[in-house]
């Protein structure tokens, strides 16, 4: 049975940072790319960040840009989320998902990610 795990979410001041962890079990994805998403109450889950199976594709939201940063450790099955300079509009459940496709190349389609964690909170302070 396919399960991701979320963890490393917390209550941080803004302008801190916070690293983020999706621990992956009952298979590989190492041929996936993977992601993460955010939502907020009464809003529409949101596209943080993507890496594609071989890291060759990295994409952000602009909201994010230049301040958060997505990576994986294939041997671990474990996709990561550094937060740095946090704001409060980074208030949110973060997710982490799975692409469908095996091997993709370029952005999944938000609609193409068909395993998905819990979540974890993440609250910034003003």
């Known amino acids: 049975q396919v399960q991701l795990v979320e963890s490393g979410g917390g209550l941080v001041q803004a302008g801190g940072s916070l690293r983020l962890s999706c621990a992956a079990s009952g298979r590989s994805f190492s041929d996936r790319s993977m992601a993460w998403f955010r939502q907020t109450p009464g809003k529409e889950r949101e596209f943080v960040a993507a890496l594609g199976w071989s890291a060759g594709g990295i994409y952000y939201a602009d909201s994010v840009k230049g301040r958060f940063t997505i990576s994986r450790d294939n041997a671990k099955n474990t996709v990561y989320l550094q937060m740095n300079s946090l704001k409060p509009e980074d208030t949110a459940v973060y997710y982490c998902?799975?692409?469908?496709?095996?091997?993709?190349?370029?952005?999944?389609?938000?609609?193409?990610?068909?395993?998905w964690g819990q979540g974890t909170q993440v609250t910034v302070s003003s």
């Open positions: 998902a799975v692409d469908k496709v095996w091997r993709r190349r370029g952005l999944t389609p938000d609609s193409d990610y068909d395993y």
